[in-house]
């Protein structure tokens, strides 16, 4: 899977505000997350919008549903070249069973890697700025032509995503969070239903998985997100509500 080259023709310079975010809300409230998305994803977003997945525990939700509503609909992967090599045979296995048509791999720059991160060591002492180089600039590059996108959030995950809408606008760009609202046991039972593969390492004690030097086993009654990036002030990874910046 080679990184795709930037098509020009793709990109399409609609700028989303707040106020259509609050208006797709509107629209939608109440309508299914399925239904939502077969609803946008063949109406007025068609050819416009890519889903990003970590193929982490509870991805294959989300993919299986845009998968059903368009298997062509691009399927962006950032691989941080710390990722658990569990993730990338999930990711491989999960397209195929998926017959996603169009899962675009992106990589950090190798020039802003020797620059910023030759040793490969960052994560340790500077996760914001490993993650600024590893997996925010790569998704600023992979979304470049797309003026939405669809997120997996949930709003159960952790303390900062609790009130989760499903549609945000992001420096122009509109944010889709079909799973905002569902919780532990509407994914159990979506991935029961539909016979979805698991993540392995969600057995082993992973609710949540990013990359393998910040992922760690998360015990009884912690947060689901409490094995990331644990022993720093650390929740997120950049790629929601920030944007690159050259500077880090
Ligand atoms: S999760 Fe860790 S290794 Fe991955 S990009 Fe962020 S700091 Fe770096």
Redesign the pocket.
């Known amino acids: 899977m080679a990184e795709p080259a930037r098509l020009l023709d793709t990109i399409d310079t609609r700028v989303f505000t707040p106020a259509d975010a609050a208006a797709f809300e509107a629209e939608y409230a109440g309508v299914p997350a399925p239904a939502m998305l077969a609803a946008l994803l063949t109406g007025e977003l068609a050819g416009r919008i890519a889903a990003v997945s970590s193929f982490g525990a509870e991805s294959a939700v989300l993919l299986h549903m845009v998968a059903a509503a368009d298997p062509d609909v691009p399927v962006i992967f950032t691989n ?1 070249q ?1 990722m658990f090599g569990d993730t990338l045979a999930y990711r491989d296995a999960l397209a195929e069973r998926l017959g996603l048509t169009d899962l675009r791999v992106y990589r950090p720059d190798p020039r802003v890697l020797r620059q910023r991160d030759a040793a490969g060591t ?2 340790s002492y500077d ?1 914001d700025g ?2 600024a180089i ?2 925010v600039e790569p998704l600023a590059r992979a979304l470049a032509g797309f003026p939405a996108w669809i997120s997996g959030r949930k709003g159960f995950q952790a303390g900062t995503r609790t009130a989760l809408p499903r549609f945000e606008a992001e420096a122009g760009r509109l944010k889709i969070n079909p799973l905002a609202d569902w919780d532990k046991a509407a994914l159990d039972a979506y991935f029961a239903a539909h016979d979805l593969p698991r993540h392995p390492l969600e057995a082993q004690g992973y609710p949540s998985i ?2 393998a ?2 992922t760690s086993p998360v015990r009884p009654g912690e947060d689901p997100r409490a094995g990331r990036w644990r022993g720093f002030d650390k929740v997120e ?1 950049g790629i929601h509500g920030g944007g690159w910046d050259p500077q880090i």
Do not use: E, F, N
Request: hydrophobic share 5%; with cysteine; glycine share 8%.
């Open positions: 941080t710390k960052r994560w996760p490993c993650c590893r997996k990013g990359c030097p910040c990874c």
